[in-house]
């Protein structure tokens, strides 16, 4: 029986790290889709992420939506198109907050407030927007941002950890607005 259980363990630990791996690598594609969108379209694109509960989504897992904004003004709110279907992070796979190396934290910035659809859909999202140069027009500010992913759930609206396989680190640049990872 232990020998069963501790195989059970070690199993479910390595489907929690690939679930991190593999959602740290669809956030940093996505994020590179969003910028090369912007540049084609010659039009700022939002990177806006639901947490469960936002933008008519019940089920528990996050999802990562591409909109093509007629224009970006800051601390307005903006309307656009959403370029593409919602992408959806692996099962238990969150946002959380926080600074990272003096980096600001996506999730902790100023939200947007996107409406799409016509008008008929609307919601406030942590976001990245991009010029159509490139850059990173949101959130504000003259340093790279961070975005840190990481197992778990959320209770009452709020992101808590559940395991122990770490917590994935992604720095956004400014001017080219490129996605590495960070060591966590």
């Known amino acids: 029986m232990i020998v069963l259980l501790t195989i059970a363990v070690s199993l479910l630990g390595n489907t929690r790290g690939e679930a991190l791996r593999s959602g740290s690598e669809q956030f940093s594609s996505l994020v590179e ?61 969150v946002f959380f907050g926080g600074e990272v190396d003096s980096l600001a934290n ?25 010029s159509a140069r490139g850059g990173l027009l949101a959130p504000p500010g003259s340093e790279s941002v961070v975005v840190a992913l990481g197992n778990g759930t959320y209770r009452n609206g709020e992101a808590v950890r559940t395991g122990s396989s770490g917590d994935r680190t992604i720095r956004i640049g400014r001017v080219v607005a490129r996605a590495w990872n960070l060591e966590s």
């Open 33 to 93: 889709q969003a910028r090369t969108s912007a540049i084609t379209r010659r039009r700022p694109v939002a990177m806006a992420i639901a947490e469960p509960g936002t933008a008519g989504f019940d089920d528990d897992q996050c999802r990562i939506g591409l909109f093509e904004l007629d224009e970006w003004k800051e601390g307005e709110a903006v309307s656009g198109r959403l370029i593409q279907r919602w992408h959806s992070l692996p099962d238990g796979i």
């Open 106 to 130: 996506v999730k902790d910035a100023a939200s947007v407030n996107l409406t799409w659809k016509n008008g008929s859909e609307s919601a406030e999202f942590p976001a990245l927007v991009f």
